[in-house]
C-alpha cells in the first residue's frame, strides 16, 4: 500500500515549456486534490476532482489544468510554464469531503 | 472569505514542555477543521480531524480543540520531544458543501533537547 505517489519529485523547466504532474493513489479514494505551498503563503487549492468523471476550480487554478483519468489517477498540466509557478506541488486524497486527507511527497518545481 | 490564521509563525521550546499552537479562522461556518504536521522537504500527515460537531479530539499526548463560534482552534502538545520538530498547519473546510481546504501558513516548532 503505497498511499499517494507523484511523479517526478523534482523537476526544472524553462519559461514557457510545458510539463505534466502525476499522482497516483492505492486507497479507493474518492476525491483527490492538486495544492501548491510557497514560503509564508501556505497550501493554495489549485484544483479538486470530488469524484472521478469531476474537477473543479480551487483558489488558483490559472495557468493549470487537471485530468482525472481514472479513480487512481489526477494530473495537473502546465501548458506554458512561468516563474510564478516555481512552487511545491502536493497531490492528496481522501474518501470524501469529511475525511481526512492524506498527502504524497510533493513535487518540486523550478522555472528560469 | 475564509482565511486561516497560525499564530506564532515560529516556536522554540525545551524538551517536557507542554505547549499550545494556536489557529483562528474568520467564518465560523465550517465542516470540519484538521491539523497537519509537517517535515522539512516532505508531505503533509493528518494528525488530528475535528468535525464541527465535536469539541476536541485526542491521539495520544495531542489533543486539539475547536470553538466555532470564537473561531478558534488550539493543538495541544503534552511532554514534548525533539522529534515532535515540525511545521504544524491547521486547515478548514466550509460547510457551504464544496471541497475546498483552507489552510493556516503553520507554525515552526522546534524542541530542544
Known amino acids: 500500500n503505497a498511499g499517494v505517489t507523484q511523479t517526478p519529485k523534482f523537476q526544472v523547466l524553462k519559461t514557457g515549456q510545458s510539463m505534466t504532474l502525476q499522482c497516483a493513489q492505492d486507497?479507493?479514494?474518492?476525491?483527490m486534490y492538486w495544492y501548491r505551498q510557497d514560503p509564508g503563503m501556505g497550501l493554495r487549492l489549485i484544483y479538486y476532482?470530488?469524484?472521478?468523471?469531476?474537477?473543479d476550480k480551487g483558489e488558483v487554478p490559472n495557468g493549470y489544468n487537471v485530468s482525472r483519468l481514472n479513480k487512481r489517477e489526477f494530473s495537473l498540466r502546465l501548458e506554458s510554464a512561468a516563474p510564478s509557478q516555481t512552487s511545491v506541488y502536493f497531490c492528496?486524497?481522501?474518501?470524501?469531503?469529511?475525511?481526512?486527507?492524506?498527502f504524497g511527497p510533493g513535487t518540486r518545481l523550478l522555472v528560469l | 472569505k475564509q482565511e486561516v490564521t497560525q499564530i506564532p509563525a515560529a516556536l522554540s521550546v525545551p524538551e517536557g514542555e507542554n505547549l499550545v499552537l494556536n489557529c483562528s479562522f474568520t467564518?465560523?461556518?465550517?465542516?470540519?477543521l484538521q491539523w497537519f504536521r509537517q517535515d522539512p522537504g516532505k508531505g503533509l500527515t493528518s494528525l488530528l480531524l475535528?468535525?464541527?460537531?465535536?469539541r476536541e479530539q485526542t491521539s495520544g499526548r495531542l489533543n486539539a480543540s475547536l470553538d466555532k463560534s470564537s473561531g478558534r482552534s488550539t493543538l495541544y502538545i503534552a511532554a514534548s520531544q525533539p522529534g515532535d520538530s515540525a511545521t504544524y498547519l491547521c486547515?478548514?473546510?466550509?460547510?457551504?458543501?464544496?471541497?475546498?481546504?483552507?489552510f493556516g501558513t503553520g507554525t515552526r516548532l522546534k524542541v530542544l533537547a
Open positions: 476532482s470530488a469524484s472521478e468523471g469531476t474537477t
Open positions: 475535528i468535525q464541527s460537531s465535536q
Open positions: 492528496a486524497s481522501n474518501r470524501g469531503g469529511q475525511e481526512t486527507q492524506y
Open positions: 486507497m479507493n479514494h474518492n476525491s
Open positions: 467564518d465560523s461556518a465550517i465542516y470540519n
Open positions: 486547515a478548514v473546510r466550509h460547510s457551504s458543501g464544496t471541497y475546498k481546504y483552507i
